[in-house]
């Protein structure tokens, strides 16, 4: 059984949807009905700051707090969505906290997070003024996925800007309905 963890990066205030949640939820209305769905705002979580041990401790311990559990959904999913609007041309703080947790995850002895992640699939949905401009954050969430021997799925890429803009945007929409059809 397929198993999605969305990865909500937006930043915008408790009770305001963004149009890069509308077009995920939209597209997640087309997963089958036995795929399981797990939806996880990480502006609501409370992640420690990344701290870089590599040079000097060398290895991390099992993350405590609310990483524990984000790491076991990470590890649980079989497909991870980034839900990411476009900030000043890369990944929201959310996002790129999330990420770079990934490097302690990779050092905690016993875990093996590589291992666990090879395979899985990383999608991407993500709303900007323009196409052009969200590139090099989605080059770098290839990246990502490339490093761990995750399988890269094209990512949906839908008009952003004001409330409600993606709305507007027919082509993301009828995109939407057919995102996760490798499924």
């Not at 094209?154 to 059809?181: I, N, R, S």
Request: hydrophobic letters at 45%.
């Amino acid at each position: 059984m397929s198993h999605f963890l969305f990865l909500n990066a937006s930043t915008r205030e408790p009770g305001h949807i963004g149009n890069t949640e509308k077009l995920a939820r939209h597209a997640a209305k087309a997963l089958s009905a036995d795929a399981q769905q797990t939806w996880c705002k990480l502006a609501d979580l409370e992640l420690p700051p990344f701290i870089d041990l590599r040079h000097t401790a060398g290895t991390y311990p099992m993350p405590v707090g609310e990483a524990k559990p984000l790491l076991d959904l990470t590890l649980a999913a079989t497909d991870l969505v980034f839900v990411s609007p476009v900030y000043w041309f890369s990944a929201p703080s959310p996002l790129k906290t999330y990420l770079d947790h990934w490097s302690a995850w990779l050092r905690i002895p016993g875990l093996n997070f590589k291992e666990g992640m090879a395979g899985k699939r990383l999608w991407v949905i993500a709303t900007s003024g323009n196409r052009e401009k969200a590139q090099p954050m989605l080059d770098s969430y290839r990246l990502c996925a490339e490093f761990l021997g995750m399988q890269w799925q094209e990512p949906l890429w839908g008009k952003g800007g004001a409330p409600d803009a993606v709305l507007a945007d027919e082509a993301a929409l009828a995109a939407a309905g057919t995102f996760f059809q490798a499924t």
